[in-house]
């Protein structure tokens, strides 16, 4: 059996990056998992907000579509740099 002094230090910096990774990934990935389900929520309740607007509010139809498209396409603007990052960040890697 070979003791840890005597194992190459490739394999030693591999358990040691697989270790790291482990603790990262527990750590960050329920906050991606919340940051990737929020804009979904967010458009599941406008849908159910129509309703509720239209009696309310008394919202037209089109005046209703202007609204939610533009908060949709809002929300796909902002999602542009993330994907940016999310590149820069795989060829980093």
């Not at 190459?8 to 358990?15: F, H, R, V």
């Not at 990056?17 to 482990?22: A, M, N, P, Q, T």
């Not at 990262?24 to 129509?50: A, C, K, M, Q």
């Not at 005046?63 to 060829?91: D, E, K, N």
């Amino acid at each position: 059996m070979r003791s840890s002094a005597e194992q190459p230090a490739s394999t030693e910096d591999e358990i040691a990056i697989s270790r790291v990774l482990k603790r990262v990934g527990w750590r960050i990935l329920p906050l991606l998992l919340l940051l990737y389900s929020s804009p979904i929520l967010t458009r599941v309740n406008i849908g159910f907000g129509r309703t509720e607007m239209k009696q309310d509010l008394h919202f037209s139809d089109s005046l209703y579509g202007t609204g939610a498209g533009l908060f949709l396409s809002a929300t796909l603007i902002a999602q542009i740099p993330s994907t940016f990052c999310s590149i820069a960040s795989a060829h980093a890697a």
